[in-house]
DNA sequence: CTGGTATTGAAAATCATTTTCAATTAGTAT
DNA sequence: ATACTAATTGAAAATGATTTTCAATACCAG
């Protein structure tokens, strides 16, 4: 997924390109790691000078509505952003530097179906998530 | 794990006993459903009306500080707790009217493994969340 | 091109949380 | 019981994040 790609799926649904957009999802999209509103800020400046605060937030809303980017949770907060993987994937998040990854392969079919069964519920999503430290930071 | 039970805890920690948080322990401890800081507040000010929301935030802290209560993350925000669980337990969420019971019993040992083969990263942690209706909010 | 409207950034407003502070109070030592 | 002292309190102010308002600008369909 590219940043051009991002750019259409904005204009197929009837948003504009300006300089402002076209910095902020050039930033996202190309992050590896959680990035939060003002380091979107930050970073999105050095690309488009004039570029406002309130911009990005108005853009990380239209990105996440369109499923491009979503939102990480994480121990010490839950505002920051990462570009959203393909299809059903969860995060692998490294503790030391930020770096995320993504998996899939997971199958909680039989756990889901045990405690459905145990505790009456209907079960209709999950939300996994691993943490730990990446191949570099496990090294240095 | 009963109010009275939060309240040694807290004391055995040196912390006092006071009035305001034997009413902020008691609303939490004996609610099934995650609870903001204010609703907190609100409930517990029926039993204290002298309370002040500061102290919420304040025996919140302290609570999550001794591993009585957890932060619940959820689509819709990430500021409310529940009563946390005995030892290694996962949350499972309605997501019509917000009650949460617990479970345990998941297996991701060869998960785990298996991205960590193929990732690089060294997995310390994971979290993991079910969501879904529970057997009352199903029926109705 | 041009016109209509979406988008912009600055400033103000709102909302959640934290800090400050003087008064009160729990718990211990007399 | 009483006195002492440090922890705790709530109100108010401060901070920080996000949202709203608004007049100026710029995208883009025609
Ligand atoms: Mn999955
Ligand atoms: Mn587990
Ligand atoms: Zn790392
Ligand atoms: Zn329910």
Redesign the interface.
Known sequence: MTAELWLTQLHENGYRLTDARRAVVETVEKSTRALTPVEVYDLARRKYRALGLVTVYRTLEKLEELHLIQRV?QPQG?QAFISAGQGHQHL?L??NCGQV?F?D???LDA??R???R??????????????????DC?TQ
Do not use: M, N, P, V
Not at 118 to 135: D, M, N, P, R, V
């Open positions: 949770h839950c692998l490294c503790k990854a998996f392969g997971d199958d756990l889901t045990a405690i459905a145990k505790s009456g519920y209907q079960i209709t999503e999950h939300w996994l998530q691993l943490f730990g430290l990446c191949a496990r």
